[in-house]
């Protein structure tokens, strides 16, 4: 495959991107599949087009998969999933994490705060 500006992709790419996809989009597992280094992936992804939108196509085919397993396990009435689903798509309903806070103020402090201001 070549694009208008001359880059293509060259077996050893390929062969990276279809263990990057078989791999679900993690580079670590992939590159040691291919015996390659980690920054060979990186490169070829800064130097190629082709291979930077080849690799944003198996990014995104990745979530689709996730997210497709979430809905899954939803419908099976698995709980954390149902959580995880609430938390980020229903936080306009109020399905969301708080953290409260109570912070101690010490005596001296809280005392100098009552103290009145005094003009000299």
Do not use: H
Request: glycine share 4%; charged share 30%; hydrophobic share 35%.
């Amino acid at each position: 495959m070549t694009d208008k500006k001359g880059f293509r992709l060259t077996q050893k790419q390929k062969s990276l991107l279809q263990a990057y996809e078989n791999a679900i989009g993690n580079v670590s597992a992939a590159v040691k599949n291919c015996n390659l280094a980690r920054e060979t992936f990186y490169r070829w992804k800064r130097e190629n087009p082709i291979f930077a939108e080849k690799v944003t196509e198996i990014d995104e085919a990745s979530v689709d998969f996730a997210e497709t397993m979430l809905k899954k396990n939803i419908r099976e009435g698995k709980e954390s999933s149902i959580f995880f689903y609430l938390k980020t798509k229903g936080k306009n309903r109020g399905y969301q994490e708080t953290i409260e806070q109570n912070i101690m103020i010490s005596p001296f402090e809280q005392l100098m705060k009552e103290l009145p201001d005094v003009d000299e």
